[in-house]
């Protein structure tokens, strides 16, 4: 029987791979890095958890003990995989897993120099059976990442002047990353996730000022002030240069695309945008 462990459980994907997986009766471990916190995020869900950690080996071998596939998320603030995860990797490798989806990056084929590209080469390279999910950009980045700037200074601040984004909800790569895991036909695949639209920042303040009804502007700063007022505003260096190069790519056109493997794998249509902010207006409302 198929037992899967998800990294990144109380995240904005993982959370929703672990409700999936639970309603279709797969047994689920989820990975978090306080129980007591983790019964709190999971206080409905009789999901199991386990401690686990990327920079402590110790907690690998519990984690994957009868597990046979795995969710993986890099967490955003760990740049260096060959030295941050590639050892839970070769433990993985070594207590027999048998697939691996991992959260990947829209374009990561021709951009070799991110951390997800070194990820889906170490993983490449161990020969697991995989899945590779390349989402665009998440919707949710709003309301975690962007949510100081729409909250406190109602405004979008990215580098990516009139540059369109094939935005995704996590809801959907959540529910995506549950059938890969339980399907093997999606074995040794690589999917680019996007929605079913490609909007300009300039339509994402529209719809959110038309949804939370007040005036949401988009700063539109160039990229070295992108970088520097981000890391002013406490972004770590590293994940300060990953957003930046994210958002030049970005504004290069690389999230403008749109593929059907979305809505093929999900058999509907991508949530869309005005969607996504309507579900999660209580993120944008001073309270």
């Known amino acids: 029987m198929t037992k899967v462990l998800v990294t990144g459980s109380t995240g904005n994907i993982g959370q929703y791979v672990v ?31 386990v401690i686990f950690d990327f920079l402590r080996k110790e907690t690998f071998r519990e984690a994957l003990d009868g597990v046979n596939k795995v969710f993986l998320m ?10 941050d995860i590639l050892p839970f990797l070769i433990e993985a490798k070594r207590a027999g897993v048998e697939q691996i989806v991992f959260v990947s990056l829209l374009g990561v084929e021709k951009n070799p120099v991110v951390p997800h590209r070194k990820i889906e080469d170490l993983i490449l390279k161990l020969d697991f ?25 109602n405004e979008l601040f990215m580098p990516v002047g009139n540059a369109k984004t094939s935005f995704i909800d996590t809801r959907d790569i959540a529910e995506i990353a549950a059938i890969c895991l339980m399907n093997e036909e999606h074995n040794n695949k690589k999917y680019t996730l996007t929605g079913s639209e490609a909007i300009t920042y300039y339509e994402v303040a529209e719809t959110m000022t038309k949804v939370l ?63 996504y902010v309507e579900d999660h207006i209580e993120f944008f409302l001073h309270t």
């Open 19 to 49: 409700e999936k997986l639970m309603e279709e009766g797969v047994p689920t471990r989820a990975a978090v890095t306080n129980i007591e916190r983790g019964k709190k995020f999971f206080s409905t869900l009789p999901v199991e958890l």
């Open 74 to 83: 890099r967490p955003p603030k760990l740049a260096n995989p060959k030295k």
């Open 129 to 153: 059976p995989y899945t590779f999910l390349r989402p665009s950009f998440f919707m949710q980045n709003l309301n975690t990442t962007h949510r100081d700037d729409i909250l406190i200074r």
């Open 213 to 275: 009804n007040r005036t949401i502007t988009y700063a539109n700063p160039c990229i070295l002030e992108f970088r520097r007022t981000i890391m002013k505003r406490g972004t770590p260096k590293g994940f300060a240069n990953v957003m930046t190069m994210l958002y030049v790519m970005t504004k290069l056109g690389t999230a403008r695309h749109i593929t059907d493997d979305a809505k093929r794998i999900l058999n509907r249509d991508p949530i869309l945008f005005g969607e």
